[in-house]
């Protein structure tokens, strides 16, 4: 659930470390160790299908990507560098707090918004 917060960040400032590593996954439920009666494990498995669907669609409109291509993503866990994550469209910056301020500057200095200078560096 972490890459949906992290794609759900303000367009133009979705920020990862270099270093760092994103996973996307489709949701999951346990038991919790205890049993279930057929009834409770019908209804966890809807709410986690309800789930599975949303987050396809949010991760969609959070990337741009296609809502299959998302769905497929979620079938195995599926790690990014940060370089990929930025190419799937989960984030728009790569780098520490030192790009923040650059990019700060580079916004009053040329007129131009972080999202501007990203998409910049993208082409």
Same mark, same amino acid.
């Given at each position: 659930?972490?890459?949906?917060?992290?794609?759900?960040?303000?367009?133009?400032?979705?920020?990862?470390?270099?270093?760092?590593?994103?996973?996307?996954h489709?949701?999951?439920?346990?038991?919790?160790?205890?049993?279930?009666?057929?009834?409770?494990?019908?209804?966890s498995?809807? *709410?986690?299908?309800?789930?599975?669907?949303?987050?396809?669609?949010?991760?969609?409109?959070?990337?741009?990507?296609?809502?299959?291509?998302?769905?497929?993503?979620?079938?195995?866990?599926?790690?990014?560098?940060?370089?990929?994550?930025?190419?799937?469209?989960?984030?728009?910056?790569?780098?520490?707090?030192?790009?923040?301020?650059?990019?700060?500057?580079?916004?009053?200095?040329?007129?131009?918004?972080?999202?501007?200078?990203?998409? *910049?560096?993208?082409?």
């Amino acid at each position: 659930m972490a890459a949906v917060l992290l794609a759900a960040g303000e367009p133009g400032f979705r920020r990862a470390l270099p270093n760092c590593r994103v996973m996307v996954h489709q949701p999951t439920r346990t038991a919790g160790g205890a049993s279930k009666t057929s009834k409770q494990l019908l209804t966890s498995a809807a *709410e986690t299908e309800k789930t599975r669907i949303k987050l396809a669609a949010l991760l969609a409109r959070d990337t741009g990507r296609s809502v299959e291509e998302i769905e497929s993503l979620l079938e195995y866990d599926t790690y990014y560098s940060a370089e990929e994550a930025q190419k799937m469209g989960l984030v728009d910056i790569i780098g520490g707090a030192e790009l923040a301020a650059d990019a700060g500057k580079a916004t009053s200095d040329t007129g131009t918004s972080a999202k501007d200078a990203t998409d *910049e560096s993208k082409q």
